[in-house]
């Protein structure tokens, strides 16, 4: 199979999706949800990660990570917000984001770029999942 420089495998033009990045949990109540994956499970806090501008933390889980978001009630409920990085998703590796891009592109699939600026975006998936796609050299 065909690798790119850096050893990624590439089928055509379709990005291969290396790995699980991060999964994203919607939460209630972030002092309570630490005291359970923290306190209670052991999971460690990642303080190197940005402030995204609503309340939440990330925690450590070996290469890969979770996201505890505290969003108001109406974000939380049946109603999907329009952005998916402010919704219960799983974020995945990839090597080129542009690669990606270009697929969905020519697919007619809509997907919206990171607000915090990293190399990143965001589409659904036919049932409405989100998922986050991480570039990652």
Known sequence: MP???AGARIIGQVPVISGIHHASLLVAD?????????????????LTRPNLGFPGA??????????????PESERGGERPEHGGRDRHIALMVQDLDVLAR???RSGIPYSRSRSGRRALFCRDPD???????EVV
């Open 103 to 105: 697929c969905l592109d």
């Open 3 to 5: 690798e790119d420089g």
């Open 30 to 46: 972030t002092a309570r949800s630490l005291a359970f994956y923290c306190d209670l499970l052991g999971l460690e806090k990642d």
């Open 128 to 134: 409405g999942n989100a998922l986050e796609f991480v």
């Open 58 to 71: 990330w925690l450590r889980l070996g290469r890969q990570q979770i996201h505890l978001m505290e969003l």
